[in-house]
């Protein structure tokens, strides 16, 4: 069965700097893998998707993330944090084991971004 | 093109209430997912509905059931409520069903308050 594991439940980050924010998955099959977003409440938008294409993803508002099969790990990047990005970022990987109907996503914990001036 | 709009925004029940959700999906989706977000944690799945019809479902117990209507809508019904059943409750719409690759958009929410 799939597992995401969300490593750091509230990273902080200057305006500006470096944002990375940590997804590792378990899968026994390829796996389908989304970063979502959710601004305070609302409820979630798509980031980006991996779907066995390109292992390097954009998506929107400069995030991107990697796909890394070797460490089972999915990162989210944006290059310059903007106070708009503080919010709390899901990963997910799609559940495909079940007689090929379409897979229900698992979610991790959630990792709640804060930005500061 | 609207997106996937859920009703209420906001419920408040008691304990052994029951309660229903609405959720229409997106223009063009024809299958629609349930999911439960308590405080501080990630959405959990509940089930999903294709072709009128619950297709799939997560661990939840025999209290929650759906429902879709032929234009797509779907209901989210839970009976007896307990305190826990208080969380966010998302709706996802999506085509295509059979692709996991496919993107699900979610609704604004309903959040559910047991007293």
């Known amino acids: 069965a799939q597992s995401v594991t969300q490593l750091g439940s509230h990273v902080s980050v200057s305006e500006g700097a470096l944002v990375l924010l940590r997804c590792n998955y378990s899968?026994?099959?390829?796996?389908?893998l989304f970063w979502y977003v959710q601004y305070p409440n609302q409820g979630l938008q798509l980031l980006l998707k991996?779907?066995?294409?390109?292992?390097l993803v954009k998506g929107i508002n400069d995030f991107e993330a990697e796909f890394k099969k070797s460490e089972t790990s999915f990162h989210l990047t944006k290059p310059s944090a903007h106070m708009s990005d503080a919010a709390e970022y899901f990963c997910?990987?799609?559940?495909?084991?079940?007689?090929?109907?379409?897979?229900?996503?698992?979610f991790g914990k959630g990792t709640k971004l804060s930005v500061k001036p | 093109d609207a997106g996937v709009t859920q009703s209420p925004t906001h419920l408040i029940k008691t304990r052994g209430q029951q309660v229903t959700l609405r959720c229409s999906p997106k223009?063009?989706?024809?299958?629609v997912s349930w999911y439960q977000q308590a405080l501080g944690q990630g959405p959990q799945f509940i089930f999903q509905?294709?072709?009128?019809?619950?297709?799939q479902r997560g661990n939840f117990p025999d209290r929650f059931s759906g429902h879709q209507f032929p234009n797509y809508s779907s209901e989210l019904n839970v009976n007896a409520l307990l305190l826990g059943d208080s969380a966010l409750y998302l709706c996802?719409?999506?085509?295509?069903?059979?692709?996991?690759?496919?993107?699900?958009?979610f609704g604004p929410g309903t959040r559910l308050l047991v007293l």
């Open positions: 997910a990987v799609s559940d495909v084991n079940y007689g090929g109907s379409q897979g229900n996503l698992i």
């Open positions: 991996y779907t066995s294409a390109a292992t």
């Open positions: 223009s063009g989706h024809d299958t």
């Open positions: 509905y294709y072709e009128e019809e619950e297709r």
């Open positions: 899968s026994s099959v390829p796996p389908y």
């Open positions: 996802a719409s999506s085509s295509k069903p059979g692709l996991a690759r496919e993107t699900q958009y």
